[in-house]
C-alpha cells in the first residue's frame, strides 16, 4: 500500500480531487484518518463542556444577581426624581442667611484666625508638590517657609483664651501637618541638586534651583557658586560613568555639553553685566524675591483656588509675609569669580582628557578615531548654547578657551598617532618575515623568469599610455630583474601602505562651511590644525622603522661587523656559512631592498615633504642593498679565489698549456728570406679562463644588469686581486720556469691587464703588475719576445673580444668601450669576419646564403671562397652582365701545385665547362637543359666539398665539384 502525505488538510479537502489523484488504497487510509480525526475532536469537545458547565452555572447566578440590583437602583432614581420635583414649591418658604461677619462676635476673630491657618497648614503640602512637578523650585521654597511661618504663630498665643496647648489638645492635626512639610525641605534640595546636576542646564532651571538653595540654606554669593561648581562636576562625573556604556563620540559630546552649560550659567547668574545696577541676574532676581516694597505677599502662590472666606482672618504677619534672606546677598568680585572657574575648568579638562584617552582605546581603526573628532565638530557646530562660548568664556574666565584644542585635540592626535605606529609596525613585521622567506631561494637563477616570454609581457608597454601610477609589469619587471617573490612580497607591502595612507589622508578632507554671507568658516575648529603633524608622525615612524628593518637584516646578513666586538674566530666561522639558501636569502634581500623604490609607489607619495625623508630613506634602502649584493658577491669571490688558489705551474700542464697557434715568419739575411715557423699562445690558460668562465656564469644567472655598477666594479678590482696575488705567488715560489710557460704567463697577464684593469682603478697594481712581467720577462729570450710580442698582442686582443660577451660582467665599463673597438689583424681571407665570432664565416656570402661557417684558413693554404665560385657559375668568362667576379690571389702553392706559374687557368676552366654544359652548339638559340640556380646550386655545393667537409687542396675541390654536376645532369 503506497503512503499517504503525513500532513492533509480535511477541512479543505476536496472528494472529487482524491478520487482523481489517488488509488484505491490511499483514499481508505485517507477516509480511515478522516474518521479518527472526526472521532477525536467529538471528544474534545465532551470534555470542554464538561469542564465549562460549572462555570456557566455560576455565569447564570451571577446575571440573576446583577438583574435584581438594577431594579433596586432604577426605583431609588424614581424616588430621587419625585423628590427633586417637590423642592421649587418649598423655595418660597427659605430665607435668605444673614451676612457671616455681621453674625460672628469679636471674641469668635480669634478663633477664626486659628482656623484659617491650619486651613493654609493643610493646603499648603499639596501646592509644594504642584510646585516641585513643575520645577518651580523657588515657588516651592517660599510656599515652604510661609507653612513654616504659619505654624510659628500657631505655637504662640492667639489671644480669646486660645493657648498653644489647647491648640495642640483641640487640633492634633497640626502636627502631622507639619512633620509631613518638614520633609519638603530634604525634597526641594534634592531637586534642586538634581536639576543643577542634569547634563543641559539652561538658565532658568538654574536660576530657580539656585534661588531654592539660597532661601533654603541662606548661603553666600561664594558659598552658592562653589556648590553650583561642586555639583556640576559631580554631573561631569557622572556623564563619565554613563558615557562607558555608550559609544565614545556620544560620552564626548555629553561631556562638553556640560561644560559649556556650566560656564554659560555661571556667566548669566554670577557675572556683572554693563548695565546701570551693575548686578547680576542672579542678585536682581534674589531682590526681586525679597525686597517687601517691590515683591508680592507668598500668600498669593496659593492661587485663587486656594483662598476661602477664612482667609481673612489670617494674622497680618501671614497675609503680608515676604521671603526674607538671613544675610544680605552681594556680587562675587570678578577675579574671585575668574579664578574658581579656572580652577574648575582646569580640573574638568584633566578628566575628560583622561577619559578621552581611556575611550580612545577601545577604538582600533584610525577611520573610528577621525569619526570622533568629526562628531564632537557637528555636535558644536548644531549645539545653540555654543554660539554664547565666546562671550561667556570672556566674562568668566582668564582668557578665551577652545573646547577641543584644550580637551580633546592632543589626546585624539596621540591616539591616531599610537594606530599609525602600531599599524606600520605591523606591516615592516610582514615586511619582515617575507624578506626571510626560505622560499626565495629560487630567486639565484633568474634566467628561467626573464627569457621566458608570456602574452602579458608587452602589455604594459603598449598600454602605457593608459595606465597610471607607472607601474613595473611584464617586459619591465623582467629587466628590472625583479622576480615574482619580489614583486609579490612588493604588492603586500604596496597595498598596506596604501591603506594605510589613504586613511590618514581621509582625516584632513572636511566639508567646505560657509557663513550667511557666503564666506568659507572653519566652524566650531580647524578640523586640519594637527593633519600636518599627523603626516609628520607617519613620516617619522614609517621612515625609522624600515631604516631600523634594514639595519637588523643587514646585521643579521654581515655579522663580520662584530668582528671587533666578538672574537675573530667565531666571526669568521659564523661568515662562513655560504650555503646556497643564504646566498639565495641574501640575493633575494638585495633585489628586494632594490626593489622598494620602485615597485612600492606610496612611499614617493606619502614621503614627500621639506625634510625630504624620501631620499633618506631610498639612499639607506640603495646602500643596504648594495651591502647585501656584495655579500652574495663575496661568496661566489670565495669560490674563485679556492679555483685561483689551485693554480700550479709544475702540476696538469695541460690546464696549463692549451693549444698554441702556428704562425710562419720570414727573415731577411744576406743569404736570402729564411721562412720558420713559431707557436704563440692563443688564449688564457684552461684553468684561469673555466674559473673567470664559472664567476660570469654565476652573475649572469643573477642578471648582472641589475647589479649596482659599483659592485661589479669592486668583483672587477677583487679579481685582479685575487689572480695577481697568486701570479705573484707562483712567480715568487717558483726559481725559473721554462720559456713556454713564461709564454703563456704573459699571455694571462696580458689578458687580464687588457680586459679587467680599469683606468679607475690602475694606478693600484700598476706596480705589482711591473713586478709580474720583469719576473716572467726573466724567463724570456729577449729576442724571442720581441718576434713574439706583436703576434702576442693580437691574439690577446682577438680573445678578449671574443670572451667579452660571457665575461662582461666582470669588464669595466671603460674596458668594455675599449675592447669593442679592437679590430681583426688577420690577413687571411676572413679578415672581415667578426672576431667575437668563434666560428670563421664566409667573409662576402651570397644573398641567399648568409652567415654560412667556411673552414678556418691557414697562412699555408687557402681555398676558393663559395662567393667566387658563384660568380664564375652565373657570368661564365666574366664577360656576361654587368657583374664581374673579384680576381683572386692564387699565389698559394698548395692551390695549385702542378702549375704555379698560371694560377688564374683553373677556376675559368670550370666555368666553361659549366657553359659549354649548359649552351647547345650551333644555332643562334640557347635551349637549357638545367636551371641557371640549379647550375649554380651544383657548382657551389661542388666547390664545398673539400673546404667544407676537410677535403684536400683545389683540384679536389673541383673534382667533387665536377661529379656534382654531373649526378645533377642525370637527375
Same mark, same amino acid.
Given at each position: 500500500?503506497?503512503?499517504?502525505?503525513?500532513?492533509?488538510?480535511?477541512?479543505?479537502?476536496?472528494?472529487?480531487?482524491?478520487?482523481?489523484?489517488?488509488?484505491?488504497g490511499?483514499?481508505?487510509?485517507?477516509?480511515?484518518?478522516?474518521?479518527?480525526?472526526?472521532?477525536?475532536?467529538?471528544?474534545?469537545?465532551?470534555?470542554?463542556?464538561?469542564?465549562?458547565?460549572r462555570?456557566?452555572?455560576?455565569?447564570? +447566578?451571577?446575571?440573576?444577581?446583577?438583574?435584581?440590583?438594577?431594579?433596586?437602583?432604577?426605583?431609588?432614581?424614581?424616588?430621587?426624581?419625585?423628590s427633586s420635583?417637590?423642592?421649587?414649591?418649598?423655595?418660597?418658604?427659605?430665607q435668605?442667611?444673614?451676612?457671616?461677619?455681621s453674625?460672628?462676635?469679636?471674641e469668635?476673630?480669634?478663633?477664626?484666625?486659628?482656623?484659617?491657618?491650619?486651613?493654609?497648614?493643610?493646603?499648603?503640602?499639596?501646592?509644594?508638590?504642584?510646585?516641585?512637578?513643575?520645577?518651580?523650585?523657588?515657588?516651592?521654597?517660599?510656599?515652604y517657609?510661609?507653612?513654616?511661618h504659619?505654624?510659628?504663630?500657631?505655637?504662640?498665643?492667639?489671644?480669646?483664651?486660645?493657648?498653644?496647648?489647647?491648640?495642640?489638645?483641640?487640633?492634633?492635626?497640626i502636627?502631622?501637618?507639619?512633620?509631613?512639610?518638614?520633609?519638603?525641605?530634604?525634597?526641594?534640595?534634592?531637586?534642586?541638586?538634581?536639576?543643577?546636576?542634569?547634563?543641559?542646564?539652561?538658565?532658568?532651571?538654574?536660576?530657580?534651583?539656585?534661588?531654592?538653595?539660597?532661601?533654603?540654606?541662606?548661603?553666600?554669593?561664594?558659598?552658592?557658586?562653589?556648590?553650583?561648581?561642586?555639583?556640576?562636576?559631580?554631573?561631569?562625573?557622572?556623564?563619565?560613568?554613563?558615557?562607558?556604556?555608550?559609544?565614545?563620540?556620544?560620552? #564626548?559630546?555629553?561631556?562638553?555639553?556640560?561644560?559649556?552649560?556650566?560656564?554659560?550659567?555661571?556667566?548669566?547668574?554670577?557675572?556683572?553685566?554693563?548695565?546701570?545696577?551693575?548686578?547680576?541676574?542672579?542678585?536682581?532676581?534674589?531682590?526681586?524675591?525679597?525686597?517687601?516694597q517691590?515683591?508680592?505677599?507668598?500668600?498669593?502662590?496659593?492661587?485663587?483656588?486656594?483662598?476661602?472666606? #477664612?482667609?481673612?482672618?489670617?494674622?497680618?504677619?501671614?497675609?503680608d509675609?515676604?521671603?526674607?534672606?538671613?544675610?544680605?546677598?552681594?556680587n562675587?568680585?570678578?577675579?574671585?569669580?575668574?579664578?574658581?572657574?579656572?580652577?574648575?575648568?582646569?580640573?574638568?579638562?584633566?578628566?575628560?582628557?583622561?577619559?578621552?584617552?581611556?575611550?580612545?582605546?577601545?577604538?582600533?581603526?584610525?577611520?573610528?578615531?577621525?569619526?570622533?573628532?568629526?562628531a564632537?565638530?557637528h555636535?558644536?557646530?548644531?549645539?545653540?548654547?555654543?554660539?554664547?562660548?565666546k562671550?561667556?568664556?570672556?566674562?568668566?574666565?582668564?582668557?578665551?578657551?577652545?573646547?577641543?584644542?584644550?580637551?580633546?585635540?592632543?589626546?585624539?592626535?596621540?591616539?591616531?598617532?599610537?594606530?599609525?605606529?602600531?599599524?606600520?609596525?605591523?606591516?615592516?613585521t610582514?615586511?619582515?618575515?617575507?624578506?626571510?622567506?626560505?622560499?626565495?631561494?629560487?630567486?639565484?637563477?633568474l634566467?628561467?623568469?626573464?627569457?621566458q616570454?608570456?602574452?602579458?609581457?608587452?602589455?604594459?608597454?603598449?598600454?602605457?599610455?593608459?595606465?597610471?601610477?607607472?607601474?613595473?609589469?611584464?617586459?619591465?619587471?623582467?629587466?628590472?630583474?625583479?622576480?615574482?617573490?619580489?614583486?609579490?612580497?612588493?604588492?603586500?607591502?604596496?597595498?598596506?601602505?596604501?591603506a594605510?595612507?589613504?586613511?590618514?589622508?581621509?582625516?584632513?578632507?572636511?566639508?567646505?562651511?560657509?557663513?550667511?554671507?557666503?564666506?568659507?568658516t572653519q566652524?566650531?575648529?580647524?578640523?586640519?590644525?594637527?593633519?600636518?603633524?599627523?603626516?609628520?608622525?607617519?613620516?617619522?615612524v614609517?621612515?625609522?622603522?624600515?631604516?631600523?628593518?634594514?639595519?637588523?637584516?643587514?646585521?643579521?646578513?654581515?655579522?663580520?661587523?662584530?668582528?671587533?666586538e666578538?672574537?675573530?674566530?667565531?666571526?669568521?666561522?659564523?661568515?662562513?656559512?655560504d650555503?646556497?639558501?643564504?646566498?639565495?636569502?641574501?640575493?633575494?634581500?638585495?633585489?628586494?631592498?632594490?626593489?622598494?623604490?620602485?615597485?612600492?609607489?606610496?612611499?614617493?607619495?606619502?614621503?614627500?615633504?621639506?625634510?625630504?625623508?624620501?631620499?633618506?630613506?631610498?639612499?639607506?634602502?640603495? +646602500?643596504?642593498?648594495?651591502?647585501?649584493?656584495?655579500?652574495?658577491?663575496?661568496t661566489?669571490?670565495?669560490?674563485?679565489?679556492?679555483?685561483?688558489?689551485?693554480?700550479?705551474?709544475?702540476e696538469?700542464?695541460?690546464?696549463?698549456?692549451?693549444?698554441?697557434?702556428?704562425?710562419?715568419?720570414?727573415?731577411?739575411?744576406?743569404?736570402?728570406?729564411?721562412?720558420?715557423?713559431?707557436?704563440?699562445?692563443?688564449?688564457?690558460?684552461?684553468?684561469?679562463?673555466?674559473?673567470?668562465?664559472?664567476?660570469?656564469?654565476?652573475?649572469?644567472?643573477?642578471?648582472?644588469?641589475?647589479?649596482?655598477?659599483?659592485?661589479?666594479?669592486?668583483?672587477?678590482?677583487?679579481?685582479?686581486?685575487?689572480?695577481?696575488?697568486?701570479?705573484?705567488?707562483?712567480?715568487?715560489?717558483?726559481?725559473?720556469?721554462?720559456?713556454?710557460?713564461?709564454?703563456?704567463?704573459?699571455?694571462?697577464?696580458?689578458?687580464?691587464?687588457?680586459?679587467?684593469?680599469?683606468?679607475?682603478f690602475?694606478?693600484k697594481?700598476?706596480?705589482?703588475?711591473?713586478?709580474?712581467?720583469?719576473?716572467?720577462?726573466?724567463?724570456?729570450?729577449?729576442?724571442?719576445?720581441?718576434?713574439?710580442?706583436?703576434h702576442?698582442?693580437?691574439?690577446?686582443?682577438?680573445?678578449?673580444?671574443?670572451?667579452?660577451?660571457?665575461?662582461?660582467?666582470?669588464?669595466?665599463?671603460?674596458?668594455?668601450?675599449?675592447?669593442?673597438?679592437?679590430?681583426?689583424?688577420?690577413?687571411?681571407?676572413?679578415?672581415?669576419? +667578426?672576431?667575437?665570432?668563434?666560428m670563421n664565416?664566409?667573409?662576402?656570402?651570397?644573398?641567399?646564403?648568409? #652567415?654560412?661557417?667556411?673552414?678556418?684558413?691557414?697562412?699555408?693554404?687557402?681555398?676558393?671562397?663559395?662567393?667566387?665560385?658563384? +660568380?664564375a657559375?652565373?657570368?661564365?668568362?666574366g664577360?656576361?652582365?654587368?657583374r664581374?667576379?673579384?680576381?683572386?690571389?692564387?699565389?698559394?702553392?698548395?692551390?695549385?701545385?702542378?702549375?704555379?706559374?698560371?694560377?688564374?687557368?683553373?677556376?675559368?676552366?670550370?666555368?666553361?665547362?659549366?657553359?659549354?654544359?649548359?649552351?647547345?652548339?650551333?644555332?643562334?638559340?640557347?635551349?637549357?637543359?638545367?636551371?641557371?640556380?640549379?647550375?649554380?646550386?651544383?657548382?657551389?655545393?661542388?666547390?664545398?666539398?673539400?673546404?667544407?667537409?676537410?677535403?684536400?687542396s683545389?683540384n679536389?675541390?673541383?673534382?667533387?665539384?665536377?661529379?656534382?654536376?654531373?649526378?645533377?645532369?642525370?637527375?
Amino acid at each position: 500500500m503506497s503512503k499517504v502525505a503525513p500532513k492533509l488538510d480535511f477541512l479543505n479537502l476536496d472528494p472529487d480531487e482524491v478520487m482523481r489523484t489517488m488509488s484505491v488504497g490511499e483514499v481508505e487510509t485517507v477516509a480511515n484518518r478522516l474518521q479518527r480525526e472526526v472521532d477525536t475532536k467529538r471528544e474534545e469537545l465532551r470534555v470542554m463542556v464538561g469542564e465549562r458547565y460549572r462555570d456557566l452555572i455560576e455565569a447564570a +447566578d451571577t446575571i440573576q444577581t446583577m438583574k435584581t440590583s438594577s431594579e433596586c437602583i432604577i426605583q431609588g432614581v424614581s424616588s430621587i426624581l419625585g423628590s427633586s420635583s417637590t423642592i421649587s414649591s418649598l423655595s418660597s418658604n427659605i430665607q435668605s442667611p444673614r451676612s457671616i461677619e455681621s453674625s460672628i462676635p469679636v471674641e469668635n476673630h480669634s478663633y477664626l484666625s486659628v482656623a484659617a491657618s491650619i486651613q493654609l497648614l493643610m493646603k499648603a503640602p499639596e501646592r509644594i508638590w504642584q510646585a516641585v512637578d513643575k520645577q518651580e523650585l523657588t515657588s516651592a521654597a517660599q510656599l515652604y517657609l510661609i507653612s513654616q511661618h504659619v505654624y510659628t504663630g500657631l505655637q504662640g498665643d492667639q489671644g480669646g483664651g486660645i493657648s498653644p496647648d489647647r491648640i495642640r489638645q483641640w487640633f492634633p492635626v497640626i502636627s502631622r501637618y507639619y512633620a509631613t512639610i518638614n520633609n519638603f525641605y530634604v525634597g526641594i534640595i534634592n531637586s534642586a541638586n538634581e536639576c543643577l546636576m542634569s547634563v543641559e542646564l539652561s538658565n532658568e532651571k538654574a536660576l530657580q534651583a539656585l534661588t531654592a538653595l539660597l532661601l533654603l540654606k541662606g548661603l553666600s554669593s561664594e558659598d552658592l557658586l562653589s556648590l553650583f561648581l561642586k555639583l556640576r562636576r559631580q554631573c561631569l562625573e557622572q556623564a563619565i560613568i554613563k558615557g562607558r556604556s555608550e559609544s565614545a563620540r556620544s560620552s #564626548l559630546c555629553a561631556y562638553l555639553r556640560a561644560t559649556i552649560c556650566t560656564v554659560r550659567v555661571v556667566a548669566a547668574l554670577f557675572a556683572e553685566h554693563n548695565d546701570k545696577q551693575n548686578t547680576t541676574s542672579l542678585a536682581r532676581f534674589v531682590v526681586g524675591l525679597t525686597d517687601p516694597q517691590a515683591s508680592q505677599p507668598v500668600l498669593n502662590l496659593f492661587g485663587k483656588s486656594g483662598s476661602s472666606q #477664612l482667609q481673612r482672618y489670617l494674622p497680618a504677619p501671614v497675609r503680608d509675609y515676604t521671603t526674607r534672606l538671613t544675610k544680605p546677598f552681594c556680587n562675587i568680585q570678578h577675579n574671585a569669580l575668574v579664578a574658581e572657574m579656572d580652577s574648575w575648568l582646569n580640573a574638568s579638562k584633566e578628566a575628560g582628557q583622561s577619559e578621552c584617552g581611556s575611550l580612545l582605546q577601545d577604538i582600533n581603526t584610525i577611520q573610528g578615531v577621525a569619526a570622533v573628532k568629526q562628531a564632537v565638530w557637528h555636535f558644536l557646530q548644531n549645539f545653540e548654547p555654543y554660539g554664547d562660548w565666546k562671550a561667556s568664556s570672556k566674562s568668566v574666565l582668564s582668557e578665551e578657551i577652545n573646547l577641543w584644542e584644550s580637551f580633546y585635540q592632543r589626546t585624539v592626535r596621540e591616539r591616531i598617532e599610537s594606530l599609525i605606529s602600531q599599524r606600520i609596525q605591523i606591516i615592516v613585521t610582514e615586511l619582515n618575515n617575507n624578506l626571510k622567506d626560505e622560499s626565495s631561494k629560487d630567486d639565484l637563477d633568474l634566467g628561467a623568469f626573464i627569457w621566458q616570454e608570456t602574452n602579458s609581457d608587452l602589455n604594459n608597454l603598449w598600454n602605457q599610455n593608459n595606465t597610471s601610477g607607472g607601474k613595473l609589469e611584464g617586459l619591465s619587471l623582467k629587466c628590472a630583474g625583479w622576480s615574482p617573490a619580489v614583486k609579490s612580497m612588493c604588492s603586500r607591502l604596496e597595498e598596506n601602505l596604501a591603506a594605510i595612507w589613504k586613511e590618514i589622508c581621509d582625516i584632513g578632507k572636511v566639508e567646505i562651511i560657509a557663513n550667511q554671507d557666503g564666506e568659507i568658516t572653519q566652524g566650531p575648529f580647524d578640523r586640519q590644525v594637527d593633519h600636518e603633524l599627523i603626516l609628520a608622525h607617519y613620516r617619522q615612524v614609517l621612515t625609522s622603522s624600515l631604516a631600523n628593518l634594514v639595519d637588523s637584516l643587514t646585521a643579521e646578513e654581515n655579522p663580520a661587523k662584530d668582528l671587533e666586538e666578538k672574537s675573530a674566530q667565531a666571526a669568521v666561522e659564523k661568515s662562513t656559512k655560504d650555503s646556497p639558501e643564504n646566498s639565495a636569502r641574501g640575493l633575494f634581500l638585495a633585489r628586494s631592498l632594490q626593489s622598494i623604490p620602485g615597485l612600492v609607489s606610496t612611499l614617493h607619495t606619502s614621503l614627500q615633504s621639506k625634510e625630504n625623508s624620501y631620499s633618506v630613506l631610498v639612499q639607506k634602502l640603495s +646602500d643596504a642593498s648594495k651591502t647585501e649584493f656584495w655579500s652574495w658577491a663575496s661568496t661566489l669571490l670565495k669560490t674563485f679565489e679556492e679555483v685561483i688558489q689551485r693554480l700550479s705551474l709544475s702540476e696538469d700542464p695541460l690546464s696549463l698549456l692549451p693549444a698554441w697557434d702556428t704562425v710562419n715568419i720570414q727573415e731577411s739575411s744576406e743569404a736570402g728570406s729564411i721562412s720558420s715557423t713559431i707557436r704563440i699562445p692563443s688564449c688564457p690558460s684552461a684553468q684561469l679562463l673555466a674559473a673567470l668562465h664559472n664567476l660570469s656564469v654565476s652573475l649572469h644567472s643573477a642578471h648582472p644588469a641589475t647589479i649596482p655598477p659599483d659592485i661589479l666594479n669592486r668583483i672587477s678590482v677583487a679579481v685582479c686581486e685575487i689572480v695577481f696575488q697568486k701570479f705573484s705567488s707562483l712567480l715568487t715560489s717558483q726559481a725559473k720556469l721554462t720559456q713556454v710557460v713564461a709564454l703563456q704567463m704573459e699571455f694571462n697577464v696580458q689578458f687580464l691587464v687588457t680586459m679587467f684593469l680599469s683606468r679607475d682603478f690602475k694606478d693600484k697594481f700598476s706596480s705589482q703588475i711591473s713586478d709580474i712581467q720583469s719576473r716572467i720577462s726573466s724567463n724570456i729570450d729577449p729576442f724571442d719576445q720581441s718576434v713574439f710580442c706583436e703576434h702576442m698582442t693580437a691574439r690577446v686582443k682577438r680573445t678578449c673580444t671574443r670572451e667579452l660577451s660571457c665575461l662582461s660582467p666582470l669588464v669595466p665599463k671603460d674596458r668594455v668601450e675599449i675592447i669593442v673597438g679592437f679590430k681583426s689583424t688577420s690577413t687571411t681571407s676572413s679578415s672581415s669576419q +667578426d672576431v667575437s665570432n668563434i666560428m670563421n664565416l664566409n667573409p662576402s656570402p651570397p644573398s641567399r646564403f648568409q #652567415l654560412l661557417p667556411m673552414a678556418t684558413p691557414s697562412s699555408t693554404g687557402g681555398n676558393l671562397s663559395s662567393r667566387k665560385l658563384l +660568380d664564375a657559375a652565373i657570368t661564365p668568362g666574366g664577360k656576361s652582365g654587368s657583374r664581374s667576379p673579384r680576381t683572386p690571389n692564387y699565389n698559394n702553392n698548395s692551390l695549385h701545385p702542378n702549375n704555379s706559374k698560371t694560377p688564374s687557368t683553373t677556376p675559368y676552366a670550370d666555368a666553361k665547362k659549366l657553359a659549354a654544359a649548359t649552351t647547345p652548339s650551333g644555332g643562334s638559340s640557347r635551349k637549357r637543359d638545367k636551371s641557371p640556380v640549379a647550375a649554380a646550386a651544383a657548382s657551389f655545393f661542388g666547390s664545398m666539398g673539400s673546404s667544407w667537409f676537410g677535403g684536400g687542396s683545389g683540384n679536389g675541390a673541383a673534382g667533387n665539384s665536377n661529379s656534382s654536376n654531373g649526378s645533377a645532369n642525370n637527375s
